[in-house]
């Protein structure tokens, strides 16, 4: 481990960073698993052979680095989400599986990356949908429209950032508890949630009818009710990347699960900050996913011992 006490954060802006426009994403569709070519380590167990201090800055980049990213282009907008029952689905599912899983343990020399989701477009009026039925339990006439929510200064909630080369550091914890998420209201409580790949979802209904979760993405799909005041467990979370899910009974309703291959995943806060703690040294590519504003589908950064990493990220 190192002793140096600085932290140094140098950002790439390589060839991948701000996908602007992100049609012409060189990325590799990934309609079919990417093959990690360079990191051939399977991504379903924790390496328990990776120390938790990865190689240092002189760490080689891969260039053929298969992309995660989900496809932006593909993703429905759901400003106006059409009819419950034909909705498109992104039809291209992100594999953020070509990182290797950090291997369990303490961190040591982690450093924190912390900084904010920018959008640097013009700022999106704050929109409603309207409650068209089952008016009296769902408690309003309108609901918010979540998709695409900056703030005054730029700041971009229900993002979520995440690490895609990742060796050593963190893992999820154990645990068999299910994650729950709520309809309240006849609002998905949790616009955006993140989920540890493999975990269950524990889908609650907090009104007085009946709801439904339905996802229909390339590698997850379901479709359960959930009877007013119940609850429904969902065991479909093992492919990591975006999932949106929907209401078959309420068409408003909307929201998005991410399932997370390492902890090294995190959703933004109301004012676009974000912080991912215990980071070993080393190098790597982080990355924004947006359901409508945009992503930042890998720039590079390069972290060293025991420090701080400020870092803002734009969406393009
Ligand atoms: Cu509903």
Redesign the pocket.
């Known amino acids: 481990m190192r002793a140096a006490p600085l932290a140094a954060l140098i950002l790439g802006l390589g060839a991948g960073l701000l996908a602007g426009c992100p049609a012409p994403d060189p990325e590799p569709t990934p309609t079919t698993d990417p093959a990690p070519t360079t990191e051939p380590e399977p991504t379903t167990e924790p390496e328990p052979t990776t120390d938790p201090e990865p190689e240092p800055t002189t760490e080689p980049e891969p260039t053929t680095e298969p992309e995660p990213e989900p496809e932006p282009t593909t993703e429905p907008e759901p400003t106006t989400e059409p009819e419950p029952t034909t909705e498109p689905e992104p039809t291209t599912e992100p594999e953020p599986t070509t990182e290797p899983e950090p291997s369990t343990g303490a961190v040591t020399g982690g450093t924190t990356i912390s900084g904010r989701v920018l959008f640097a477009g013009t700022r999106p009026k704050p929109g409603t949908k309207n409650v068209t039925k ?1 008016k009296a339990a769902c408690a309003h006439e309108t609901v918010p429209d979540e998709s695409a929510i900056v703030t005054a200064d730029g700041g971009v909630a229900n993002a979520v950032v995440y690490l895609k080369r990742v060796s050593g550091g963190r893992s999820f914890p154990a645990s068999d508890a299910p994650i729950e998420s709520d ?1 309240k209201d ?1 609002v998905f409580t949790d616009h955006v949630l993140v989920v540890p790949k493999g975990r269950v979802v524990r889908f609650l ?1 907090s ?1 007085a ?4 979760v339905k996802a229909e993405s390339l590698k997850i799909q379901f479709n359960v009710s ?1 009877e007013a005041n119940a609850s429904a467990d969902v065991d479909k979370f093992h492919h990591a990347g975006p999932v949106k899910l929907a ?4 068409p408003w ?1 909307d929201s998005w699960i991410f399932v997370a291959e390492h902890p090294y995943t995190v959703e933004t806060a109301a004012d676009g900050s974000f912080s991912l703690a215990d980071v070993p040294p080393g190098s790597y590519r982080i990355a924004v996913w947006h359901e409508s504003l945009g992503r930042v589908s890998g720039q590079k950064i390069t972290v060293e011992a025991e420090g701080m990493a400020d870092l803002d990220l734009t969406l393009k």
Not at 209 to 212: I, Q, R, S, Y
């Open positions: 089952d309809q006849c209904n009104d009818t009946l709801h439904n959930v209401c078959a009974v309420h309703m």
